[in-house]
């Protein structure tokens, strides 16, 4: 909870300093004299060659904004960032109402009225999942359709390189807090218990990753996730048990959003409509129009997550079982990764997003706040994929074909926030266990944390499952897993709102390196304002394209 409190007060100052910047900048830049005024109407003459005289102002006294102390710029301040104001008000009032709740009767409450108390924040998070599909995929299919194939492979290559390093960097960074700090020194008497462990076997989870990507049912990966189950076969009691690798072997479906077969096909799709060129763009105009149509729609629910939200914390705070697992062991694993957590979101992303583009990230993060609490409150990076998409073109005017294009896969196959969390959490039980892991095991951990993060898809704790692979690594049995699973249901909003800002991040990041490309394509105008791209894709005849 001190971590949630410094959160919301953190993103409450950055909004009240930009608030206060646009407002008044400095209440000493009220009473300033009119020497300033005078330097930002300074006029230069030039003579150009045929001897006329032109007269410029600077870029600097022309882009300065006039500040001023009146009620009416106060409240056009307040109206503009009215929505970030009310849904951290939404957090801290969630907290407030579930607090209240909790305490205000001595018996526990059942889990039909925590139902009620959240049955609002269920229908806002209904609403928002419901959006997810026409959005992966009719942004997708826009986004690559309506680039060149060749600058569509440089964002490509760029977003996938940044998600790598990214994620690479989380994982080391959660190997060195967890063995500097080590929080799992003891035994785990103390730790409370909780959930039950999965069966798995390491190479049928690797293996239903491409499995995953290609569905052979479109309309199935909308709704379900393929899985491989192993069943251990009877045996007598007097006959050895048999591994795992000679098991009986199940193929299921688990009711979950196939999101990496979805992403899979719509980029493909997209890829064949650019190819295509004039006889696919009445196929690309249709998912162009379902695009905008989905942000239409986003932009009217979006005003009502503040109370969304609200009731979601509300009867979260009722359903915790005990604040007390939060001290001891558990505690200082849960303040191990939610350090780790924030030393990555907020120091190791924005430096990385600094040296690359030259620009401080301080504005971009604070428009981005909408995103991060929605994060927080879904637990689902997917579930948050049309809120990142209205702060980012909206607020911070990334161009719709950077976003529409790396969003989605961002989505899919970066999890930073997970992959630390995964790091941490098998060093953690393996130091509960008293287990001296070696260097090719912390290596070996650091690698399977990685690949394990890439499949986790967007949806609440599918951490868990993946975190079976990186305990098998190193040997632990899966039952391990219910060490953590008290406080996974917390750790799991921190470490999705920190994936959300991995995104966020990286669509900028990317946009700054594309931004030379796309002025050549003519998406940006002279004054860096984004445009609507253009419907005419300049490519060959159809006879001429074909592969």
Known sequence: MLFLFLFLLCSGASIRYFLLRKVNGSCSDCGRSSRSSSQQQQQTVVWSSDGRTTTTTPAAAMSR????????????????????????????????????????????????????????????????????????????????????????????????????????????????LVVTIHPGKGTDEDITKAGEGRTVYTPDLLMDLPRNLFPPNLIQACFETHKTAIVEPKIGENDTQLPKSEWDIVMEHTRALNIMGLVSFATFLGLALSKLGPKGKPLLDFFQSLSDASMVITSWLIWISPVGILFLVASMMIEMEDFSVMLGQLGMYFGTVVLGIFIHGFVVLPLLYTLLTRKLPFRFLANMTQAYITAFATASSSGTLPVTFQCLEEKNHIDTRVTRFVI??????????????????????????????TIGQIVAISITATAAAIGAAGIPQAGLVTMVMVLDVVGLPPEDMTLIIAVDWLLDRFRTMINVLGDSIGAGLVYELSKKELERMGSVNVNGDVERPSNEIGMDA????KM
């Open 65 to 176: 904004p006039r500040f001023s102390c009146k009620p009416q710029d106060i409240k056009n301040a307040i109206r503009k960032n009215l929505l970030p104001i009310l849904t951290i008000s939404g957090v801290s009032g969630g907290i407030i109402l579930g607090i209240i709740l909790r305490y205000s009767r001595s018996t526990q409450w059942t889990k039909r009225e925590i139902m009620y108390v959240g049955y609002i924040g269920e229908l806002f998070l209904r609403a928002l999942k419901a959006l997810i599909i026409p959005l992966i995929v009719s942004s997708l299919v826009s986004a690559i359709g309506s680039l060149d194939l060749s600058l569509s492979k440089k964002i490509g290559l760029r977003a996938v390189g940044y998600y790598m390093t990214t994620t690479v960097l989380a994982v080391i960074l959660g190997i060195i």
């Open 408 to 437: 989605p896969i961002g989505a899919t196959i970066n999890m930073d926030g997970t992959a630390l969390y995964e790091a941490v959490a098998a060093i953690f039980i393996a130091q509960v266990r008293g287990m001296a892991l």
């Open 542 to 545: 159809v006879e001429s394209s």
